[in-house]
């Protein structure tokens, strides 16, 4: 039985993966984001019974004692605790490098240092910009149009010297536009489910022409799972996506007519990137993971968007968002 600690596991898709790898087998140790409410995110809310597999260690990422710490007696580390929110990295993007590249670097030194047999680090689609060619495949450029893209393009070049300056076992996991239950309310598919369950008759959203490739997470968790099957792809970077795209103003109309066909859309201007920073299109090419792995997607977007809005819909999850506030 192979013991892996999950950085990030009190997140969005941390909390979803801890889950899947408890299924597989694997002793669990979870690192935490410290905090004086001893809150351990998104765990909390999980089957108490699968709690009960898990060893959860509260830390901060930046801090390179504690990683080394939680980094002690594991096989594999699944590097997932990040900020992400592209509008707040405007705002403080010192947080971003501290976070996302030195925090890696914390993660990277201290596997080298233990040897451990494999570190996936996990990257994001936000790093390739705008579209120059589709799908995208790993070889895109990469551009970096905001501090948040900025620092994971960072991170991913840090991962990849230990690759070859040190010969650790790292492999960079790409996963494109991940949405389902427990996601941030920063995110565009929260946004639109909360304003229309809170009976808004006008939902607020940026620029409607950008477009997505949307993966439901229970995908992007089968995609980590069968990465860190495949010995093939240390040294390599690989993409999560579905090869599709729908544009923001077409996946709202499609929520909207799930839940209140009544309800029109505006613009808020705070809503909107700088043009330069915005993405204007993201659509992955899945080819290298299906080349190397057994992966298939096995949501189609309406299939997750009916799950993720059913969730949404039980009050005891509404709660814990606070829904009439914009979220950088």
């Known amino acids: 039985m192979k013991k892996v600690l999950i950085t990030g596991s009190d997140g ?141 393009i960072g991170a991913d070049c840090i991962a990849e010297s230990f690759y070859k300056s040190f010969d650790l076992p790292v492999t960079i996991v790409r996963p494109f536009n991940t949405y389902g239950p427990r996601q941030s309310a920063r995110a565009v598919i929260p946004t639109i489910i909360m304003q229309l369950l809170n009976g808004s008759q006008k939902i607020e959203l940026g620029d409607l022409k950008p477009t997505r490739d949307f993966l439901f997470v229970k995908d992007t968790v089968e995609g980590f799972v069968e990465i860190a099957k495949c010995a093939d792809l240390i040294g390599e970077d690989v993409n999560i996506a579905t090869e599709s795209e729908i544009s923001i103003g077409e996946l709202a109309q499609s929520i909207i007519n799930q839940i209140n066909d009544n309800a029109e859309i505006i613009t808020d201007e705070k809503r909107i990137r700088p043009d330069k920073s915005e993405v204007y299109r993201l659509y992955g090419s899945n080819a290298k993971l299906k080349k190397f792995t057994g992966w298939n997607q096995k949501y189609s977007l309406q299939k997750g968007l009916s799950e993720t809005i059913e969730w949404f819909k039980n009050p005891d999850n509404l709660k814990l968002y606070k829904a009439d506030i914009y979220n950088l």
Do not use: C, M
């Not at 690192?31 to 898990?54: A, Q, R």
């Not at 990683?67 to 403080?92: G, K, Q």
């Not at 990257?123 to 620092?151: C, D, L, M, N």
């Open 12 to 152: 969005f898709i941390g909390s979803h993966l801890t889950e899947r790898l408890i299924e597989e087998g694997f002793e669990i140790r979870a690192f935490v984001n410290y905090n004086s409410l001893n809150s351990w995110g998104w765990l909390d809310t999980i089957d108490p019974k699968k709690l009960e597999h898990i060893e959860v260690i509260s830390g901060d990422i930046r801090d390179p004692n504690g990683v080394r710490r939680a980094l002690e007696n594991v096989d594999e580390v699944f590097h997932l605790a990040a900020l992400i929110a592209i509008p707040f990295s405007y705002h403080s993007p010192d947080s971003y490098i501290d976070t996302n590249v030195k925090g890696t670097l914390n993660v990277l030194q201290a596997a080298r240092d233990l040897n451990l047999d494999r570190v996936l680090i996990t990257s994001t689609s936000e790093v390739y910009g705008t579209a120059k060619f589709i799908p995208i495949t790993e070889s895109h450029p990469r551009q970096p149009q905001s501090p948040y893209s900025a620092s994971k």
